[in-house]
């Protein structure tokens, strides 16, 4: 037992009874902040109790309250909540409906606050950001909306896992994605799938339309509260809910879409492919004539010899690779990336809610349905469900709540971009291959390569997923100043997946293949605590938050691959008969964790923060069995001073500055421990040494100093904010190489740190705002800034094709290779980089160096939003900047045959032919190639701007509808990813390393993202 | 005062889930310590899985020996870099294939080691044969690193000779001040694995279930130490031994001593493979890469066939009949190269032969020849040899040299990962390079070099 935060608990208790309890009553008047207008129907409730009251039709309302009540909240549908402190008995209280609000309410750890009086970095999206987005999880819609919140999904497959950090990576080996929290309780988001395939993204069972707003907290200040796994950020979700005294609303949402790929690469066709073929072959016997390598007498017969070598040699030929077919003529001009994507993919949403609720009951229920094809063939993502957020009032001073959703969701799936089988790989194949076999008629089988067409036809791999997510509450006011919370949550995920690989396919090896896995992961949490905020007079404000939470996760999962089937026609484990290996596992871990929070205001300028949170984790070695994680933060509201309280232009300025501590504990279940993994030799099973046992193994370690300044001008026209930060991570999780020799080759030891700084800047101006045109504009930008500090010295390598460090001194995922300077023009030859500094044609003497990084410093958005009168604009840009791409399939595509026979990328053509040619393609040929290696050459600037989101929509005249008894009718056409800038020759957003720590901005014939088109209707009553 | 209760609720409420015990989480896919006799020898079965993965003789044991001998044995068509890399001697001291014969190797020995230090937790009366099992399992490890990491024994010097670091104790907890070996000399690893194997042969047993040591595995890798020693004597006695326990009989054809089930007849050691047990079938595991990956016909076969057979082999072959020059077939690799691949290596999940009976004859046959004087075991090298022959349908050979040897050697044991040791023993040049270069030997792996700095690089990386 821990006895501290006991304690801490019984002082509270003494304390409260100072105050003793009144009644006061207040009344007041709620109006539009923009026209003025009285507000009738809105709801005000007294802090934390249950008291509630309504505004008459005048926009008045009087209310009865203990006269310790702190806060009033006002809320009202289609505005921005406001919490309002009670100072005297008469208010004035101003809506307004957008989101930008100084007292807009935003969500934060066990708690809300306003605004106003946050002392931390806390970005929030609402829930039109993340609406009707064409993506199966809300991630993806947030991309660059929120700064410093770098959100990347790899491809343009869908149900992949998506990449994001906040602040920048701030681990090596541990997991750097941040912490998910819906509705309070911290849900799965890592992966339960196939652990051969790329990772999936557990978080596309959060329908995206249920989301009222997606809180993201930044700095230690907002997030120390969540301690040991708050390291890479946490954010919260909170689904939508019900108000009280709301007639009921229905919305019905319903969009179609048709995507297509938004950027392609460009590959030769079959008569550029004859030509570049005949081409190789002659620059191979110019390279021997020149170099006077086989004394050949004339280029006819060195032509001839080289047409033979590569007979003998690869023991192809284009009348193999046409399979007979009349290439010289180009009978067959098979465009393979054409087959490789669905065309005018479809995607289908249906959304139907009611929320409404009585002065006992809020309510908001919801149903959804929908299917999307991604644009790549055989990967289809299908989801249905509804959720439930209900919470009724026994009494005034108890509130019984449950938030549930459940879901059931199907992802097909294609194999990972390293495979043969996989659809993204058929471009390697000649466009003089036919796609069915001239003889048979059949799909062709005598390819190049396995012809992925075969697994896009005879494989399947699905996985269903079947999910629940929950929690139950009761909140009682204790006294008007005291309220105690108990939460108890579930997150239930079982996730069945079933792939088959059928006997022609090149995955099913001749004789068939299936393998399926069961997952289960269930995540049981209860959270309780006391907010305690009393009444301390005008000039003193005070709220604070004491409690324990407890989680624990189990997750089993069971795999079975089995082989040998009689047929393609039964595509699960009964129709294999060998079984070839099966086993099942079990997992648990949970943490024990106490935490307090406090917040003070002195005369509600100066404000003042501390939290501190105590985790224990089963994660831990025994001898760091807790850590503690502290943050202190202040905030000053220079526009209430008097310099500034009469300023015309500033109306809100707040500089805020914050220090904290948090952890990350995705340092594996059971990294401490010595363990023997069980062998299988056939009749002898036994045991073999895995893992040294590490005691003293813990969480790493970030503390985080952040400033800030939050203002608003011209009566909140511009309204943003600016921070700086410095992160620095210590205690890294490592693997620290040790000698063999002991048996082991590992010991995972706290060591080492990295930091991140940078800087985010969000500013939202309304530029017109006239009786029926409307202009307002929202950019933010953020800067990042990577180093690895210490490692022990060790060089830690990822990547794919080219290759990528953590190495001390450099930014984490930093690029490393030779280095390519261009091609000599007098013989074609690729040079680099050499030791000496100078150019060298000899890629084994070229120096390795760094070549740049897959991290993009600088990323942003800018939104633009037009309205006049029904009808709505908006163009959301978004940018990153600084960052490299590599194309790891350019030593396949793009080496003018050296690596046989591949489909070449048309800019090959423009290879270097003849001494004197300025071009920046060395010399082609099947043995006489340069420039194939990997080496800068296929690395590139990675800088983009896209047209995320382009959309119209009109509301219908208020006039219509009620005739047809709705509430509101709006059409809408939305488009997204329209318009890419970028130097890339591909799609810039692809990442076939997906979430990885330092590999990243890998393109292996990844698919690119989809440019989707929607059309919408959104209808209330 | 009445608020007292509802706070004291919710602090029992509070409490409840506030107990530290629930922290303490055992993993249930793992065990966390060795605590009895049955925990000793399942550790000694593990050994028998880390000899059947693909760093030992599940691949590359054998394989990279062929790959590193001379090439007019098998040629590498595959694209993986690492062994192309082996297959032009060009490979670096980054080499991924060095590295992982040597962790798994140093995995087998630490296994090995644990059980010898906890053999007191076993039964009394099967302490003795489990410490020999681990010995031979000890044994083996080193003279397979001794073979791919050194300079080979005939190329003299061998006091002063690096050999391997010679680790004989657990590591339990890792201290980075002791756990970092030097190596020791060649001549110190060969006297270990002598006393290892000397150790195994004399307390094992002469049968054993599921294909485990026996005595004459042991005396098998015995003979096998003795001849690259050029200690011809040991070599001839320890083979005769294993000759005539009777306990081993050449299958009746040639292609009967492959791709079986269990062991043959004629197997004195062999790694046991099932579908659920294996090697590798897709990157790695030797049949992976033996096996065509579709035969003539174009089907699918499911292997690599990235190893084919060199047209050169075929001029080792003395007789037309001789059935092993035919034990070959047409197919085409993964990328489409044609070429012909060996039938040695043809199914997954097949006995993978270690030490035949065949090796034995001609190991007897060759140290009575070189020795010299009363053959051991009483049959002449010629007898031997034509055991051998005759077997495979070959016509007698009479007067036998010891070039004869090397050139049956190479016809019977061909692919099976014995001509790169024997042309080392015997000074005899691989292909164009001298039997002693160092582009015969594996590079330390560059890691193990940069984390202990005792270790010295072999020359030539």
Known sequence: MRFKFSFLIVLLISVLHVFAQQTKTVTGKVTDAKTGEALPGVTIKAGNSNILTQTTADGNFSINIPSATPTLIFSFVGYADAEVAVTGTAMDVKLTTSEKSLNEVVVVGYGQAVKRDITGSISKITTKDVRDFPAPSFESAIQNKAPGVVVESGSGKLGQGIKIRIRGTSSISANSQPLYVVDGLPVTSTTLSDPTNDPTDPLVDINPNDIESVEILKDASASAIYGARAANGVVLITTKKGHNNQKTVFELDANTGISNPARLRHFLNAQQYVDFYNQAVKSDAEYDIANDLSGFNSLNQAINYYNKKIYAVYGLTLDQLANGTDWKNNKVNTNWQSLLYNHDAPSNQINLSATGGDDKTRFFVSGFYNTQDAIVINNKFYRYGGRLNLEHNPTEKLSIGINISVDRSQLNRVTTDNAFSTPGQLVAQPPITPLYDPETGELNSNTLYPNGLFDAKYNSDKQVTNRTIGNVYANYTLLPSLAFRSEFGADILNLYQEAFQGKQTTDGAGIGKANTIISQATTYNTNNYFTYTPNLGEKNKLSAVVGMSYLQNDSKQSLTNAEQTPSDKIKNLSGTTSITFATSTDDRYNFLSYFLRANYAFNDKYLFSASIRDDGSSRFGPNNRYGLFPSVSGGWILSDENFLKNSKFVNFLKIRASWGLTGNAEIGNFSYFNLYNVSNYPDLPGYIPSQLPNPDLKWEKTAQTDAGIDFGFLNSRITGEFDVYYKKTSDLLLNINVPSTTGYTILTKNLGNMNNKGFEAGITSTNIDSKNFKWTTTFNAAYNKNKVLNIGGQIIEGGFGLTQRAVEGEPIGEFYGQKFLGVDPQTGDAQYLGEDGKPTTDYDAAARVVLGNSNPTWTGGLTNTFSYKGFDLSFFFSFVTGNKIYNAAGIYQSTGFWNGFDNETTDMLNSWKKPGDITNIPRIGFWSGSGYQNSSRFLYNGDYIRLKTASIGYTLPNALIKKMHFTSVRVYVSGYNLITITKYPGDPEVNTETIANIGGGQDFYTIPQARTFTFGLNVRF | ?461
């Open chain 2, 1 to 461: 005062m009445k608020y007292i209760k509802y706070l004291l609720g919710a602090l029992v409420f509070t409490a409840v889930f506030s107990c530290n015990k629930k922290l303490d989480v055992l993993p249930q896919n793992n065990v966390t310590s060795i605590q009895n006799g049955d925990d000793v020898k399942a550790l000694l079965f593990g050994g028998y899985s880390l000899m059947q993965s693909a760093s030992a003789f599940g691949e590359q044991y054998i394989f990279i020996s062929d790959l590193l001998a001379s090439d007019n044995q098998l040629d590498f068509v595959g694209t993986f870099t690492d062994y192309k890399d082996i297959s032009f001697k060009q490979q670096t001291k980054e080499s991924g294939i060095a590295t992982t014969i040597w962790e798994n190797s140093y995995l087998l020995i630490e296994n090995m080691n644990i059980v010898l230090d906890k053999i007191s937790l076993v039964d009394e009366s099967e302490q003795k044969e489990v410490a020999a099992e681990a010995k031979f399992m000890r044994g083996v490890a080193y003279y397979e690193l001794i073979n791919y990491f050194a300079k080979p024994y005939s190329a003299g010097n061998t006091s002063s000779t690096d050999g391997v670091p010679l680790v004989l104790q657990p590591t339990y907890n890792y201290d980075s001040t002791k756990n970092k070996p030097s190596r020791a000399s060649v001549e110190d690893v060969y006297n270990q694995i002598i006393s290892d194997l000397t150790d195994a042969a004399k307390d094992l047993p002469g049968f054993a279930d599921n294909a485990r040591a026996t005595s004459y595995s042991a005396e098998a890798f015995l003979a096998r130490v003795y001849l690259n020693k050029g200690d011809y004597t040991n070599a001839a006695t320890a083979a005769n031994d294993v000759i005539q326990s009777g306990n081993y009989n050449l299958t009746s054809t040639f292609n009967q001593a492959f791709n079986n089930p269990s062991n043959s007849t004629e197997d004195i050691f062999g790694i046991q493979n099932t579908a659920q047990s294996n090697a590798g079938t897709t990157d790695n595991g030797i049949v992976t890469f033996y096996r065509y990956a579709y035969d003539a016909d174009g089907n699918n076969q499911g292997g690599r066939g990235d190893a084919q057979v060199d047209q050169n082999y075929f001029n080792a072959f003395d007789d037309p009949n001789d059935f092993r020059a035919n034990f070959f077939t047409q197919g085409y690799s993964i990328s489409g190269n044609p070429g012909i691949y060996t039938l040695k290596w043809l199914t997954f999940y097949r006995v993978v032969p270690v030490v035949r009976l065949a090796e034995m004859y001609l190991t007897r046959g060759e140290a009575n020849l070189r020795k010299g004087g009363a053959p051991i075991g009483g049959v002449t090298p010629e007898e031997d040899i034509n055991t051998v022959r005759e077997r495979a349908g070959a016509s007698d050979l009479s007067d036998v040299t010891g070039s004869d040897f090397v050139d049956e050697r190479f016809r019977e044991l061909g692919f099976e990962g014995d001509r790169l040791w024997t042309l080392k023993r015997l000074k005899l040049d691989v292909g164009d390079y001298a039997f002693d270069a160092p582009e015969l030997v594996l590079p330390i792996p560059q890691r193990e070099i940069d984390v202990n700095s005792n270790l010295t690089q072999n020359e030539g990386y």
